[in-house]
T-cell receptor, first 118, second 112 residues
Framework: AQTVTQSQPEMSVQEAETVTLSCTYD???????LFWYKQPPSRQMILVIR??????QNATENRFSVNFQKAAKSFSLKISDSQLGDAAMYFC???????????????FGKGTLLTVNP | NAGVTQTPKFQVLKTGQSMTLQCAQD?????MSWYRQDPGMGLRLIHY???????DQGEVPNGYNVSRSTTEDFPLRLLSAAPSQTSVYFC???????????FGSGTRLTVV
């Protein structure tokens, strides 16, 4: 079974600075999808960014980018120019690409709570 | 587009009571699932469904029941509530492939 590990339960960053959240995963598959979700205090789960494992190019969405290292099974999230609204719990998640029920399942890490200091 | 509608948002139950958490989506997603979120534990899969009439157990299914009679609806039943079921519950739906989940707004359930 796949596992996702977020080794930083909490992180903090100064407003306008850059922060990197770590995520590692374990899988025997060669193709899969990876996601980062944001959960602000409102509790809503918001998709931040996604990456296909067969694509070597790192995904980018505005101030959010990833560093995908397939051999190391690492998928870190970089937030540039941090804003107060970035304060949230961030979850890393893994999804298979093969057929069947497992094609749909998202496996989540335990989350990293990000604080942004003004 | 309403997305995923989850009700109620808050609920308090007494030990031994039963209840149903409702979940409906209007995106014609084939996949629906229920997760529970507990502090320090992330989101853990309770049950999921890959289409109408098809359900399966996830990581923590005990004490919960589901059915999927239509593509749109996927209710979660607590058969006899226990304090260990105090949690935040999320319903989510998806298509296969590079699609993330669309989540409902969550239900905070307290069992006393």
């Amino acid at each position: 079974a796949q596992t996702v590990t977020q080794s930083q339960p909490e992180m903090s960053v100064q407003e306008a600075e850059t922060v990197t959240l770590s995520c590692t995963y374990d899988t025997s598959e060669s193709d899969y999808y990876l996601f980062w979700y944001k959960q602000p205090p409102s509790r809503q789960m918001i998709l931040v960014i996604r990456q296909e494992a067969y694509k070597q190019q790192n995904a980018t969405e505005n101030r959010f980018s990833v560093n995908f290292q397939k051999a190391a099974k690492s998928f870190s999230l970089k937030i540039s120019d941090s804003q107060l609204g970035d304060a949230a719990m961030y979850f890393c998640a893994y999804k298979n690409t093969n057929s069947g029920g497992s094609n749909y399942k998202l496996t989540f890490g335990k989350g990293t709570l990000l604080t942004v200091n003004p | 587009n309403a997305g995923v509608t989850q009700t109620p948002k808050f609920q308090v139950l007494k030990t031994g009571q039963s209840m149903t958490l409702q979940c409906a989506q209007d995106m014609n997603h084939e996949y629906m699932s229920w997760y529970r979120q507990d502090p320090g534990m992330g989101l853990r899969l309770i049950h999921y469904s890959v289409g109408a009439g098809i359900t399966d157990q996830g990581e923590v299914p005990n004490g919960y029941n589901v059915s999927r009679s239509t593509t749109e609806d996927f209710p979660l039943r607590l058969l006899s509530a226990a304090p260990s079921q105090t949690s935040v519950y999320f319903c989510a739906s998806s298509r296969a492939g590079l699609y993330g989940y669309t989540f409902g707004s969550g239900t905070r359930l307290t069992v006393v």
